[in-house]
């Protein structure tokens, strides 16, 4: 074994592809699309390295299209949640022993995989599967995704370099051990980078994992379960298992080997996630590591100093990239009443450019949500607007889930700060705009601060440095990512660690060290050369304040 002292040097983030028209990516991710677009798979769960098929089975539909089927899953019954739980443990002291170079080796062969021999595979399966567009698929399924694992290799480096110091007559170090227990990962369906980042993180520490993915994300994560085995991972490190999200996490939070959980998702699962490991906390063999993210009400703040061209655009791009269906989505706008008419004319022409439908075609800014549970909610939230006296529907406001589930970029004008588009997190296309007094800016920097139970992103758009100071200020804590004159969403790894507190989460930073220093159980050691042979202290000898044998 080469016993070379190894440091994974600060990696550059992986570059976008521009996919624009006769470039070898848009052509290879075109083919792609019509190659997964023409097949069903079938997508077994992955147990000790095993494919395993229960015969309980669901569907993978386009959500732009779901009478099509893309694929069929199997489903966890309480005999494979058991079988995972057994896998991970039987392969956690291999795993953990194992060094961490190698560990890494394994996980940066993944990101070279999705890189390049996947490319297209990760952002067909992830256009298709959850509703993105090329652009969107392209930033996080395959660059963030990559960059996830290229900068956690750094971290890891820097994290087990940090020794402590020692005295002449003694060693000390500090041995960076994993959890005692296995992790349960719990993935969403709207970043394919936070499913493969949920279950890595902690396994490039050495914990071994039992990953619950969403239904409605199967498809790509399914080809990311392929693309571990075939980068090295060991059998058992992490264990795939779709299935009834209630049924999955009685049984592993109850198991007295819990060591942690990584979470994303929405508030209400998490609350209960929690409650539930408050509950049993007799049961397990050390208290489990709880980190999460769950949802925001992500706002933008704007001075009358702002450039009206940079709101509108931030504002458009902010809340419908995705379909708002975004953690950091701009969901609630403060916008002054001296730059109303121009930001509202602005948007007014950007939205009417806007083209939705098919993934397929490159042309759509705009999909479909990801399914009808979404569509319904995100349709209530704009029917109570219609109705009420307090709001007023002044784009979009439309939708249509006969072939696919389709919202119209919707924008809410509000006589009522607290109305409930303004407070609630809809995570759909739906933006609230509150207008105020322009001599009222510091009032609304209390009034947006103290509207959401979230803490997760927002922005100011200034021109004015103090106004800038004084948001910063005024809105310490109701964002854990804050922006100076650019929409709330798009966190780069390694560039702005990602994450929030008060109802948005354990503001843990995913890609970070932070959040890497979760997965850890320290031990420190201390070794001394010439241990003493008398008990008693030097001046004990002088004074002789012993008794005599």
Partial sequence: MNNAQFYYARPKNEPVYSYTKDTPERKALEEELHRQGDMEVEIPLIIGGKEVRTGKTGKVVMPHDHRHVLATYHMATEKEVKMAIEAAMKAHRQWAEVSWVERVSITLKAAEL??????????????????KNAYQAEIEAVCETTDFIRFNAHYVSEIYDDQPHSERGNLNRVEYRPLEGFVFAVSPFNFTAIASNLSLAP?????????????????????????????????????????????????VLKDKNLGGVHFTGSNNTFNQIWKTIGNNLGNYRSYPRIVGETGGKDFVVVHPSANVEEVATALVRGAFEYQGQKCSAASRAYIPKSLWSQIEQRMDE????????????????????IDEKAFDKIMGYIDRAKRSPDAEVIFGGTGDKSKGYFIDPTVILVTDPHFVTMEEEIFGPVLSVYVYDDADFEKTLHLCNETSPFGLTGA????????TVKACQELRYAAGNFYFNDKPTGAVVGQQPFGG??????????????????????RSVKETFNPPTDFRYPFMHEEKCYKEA
């Fill in 114 to 131: 999705i890189s390049t021999k996947y490319r297209a595979l990760m952002n067909a399966a992830t256009m298709l599967g959850q509703g």
């Fill in 203 to 251: 396994a490039v520490l050495g914990n071994t994992i039992v990953w619950k993915p969403a239904s409605t994300a199967l498809l790509s994560n399914h080809y990311l379960m392929k693309i571990f085995k075939e980068a090295g991972l060991p059998d058992g490190v992490i264990n795939f298992i779709p299935g009834k999200g209630s049924m999955i996490g009685d049984m």
């Fill in 350 to 369: 950007n939205i009417s450019m806007i083209k939705k439908g098919d993934v397929r075609n490159f042309c759509n800014f705009v999909n479909a949500v």
């Fill in 460 to 467: 100011i758009f200034s021109k004015d440095r103090y106004a």
């Fill in 501 to 522: 507190s008060r109802m948005s989460g354990t503001n843990d930073k995913a890609g970070s060290y932070l959040n890497l220093l979760r997965w850890i159980n320290p």
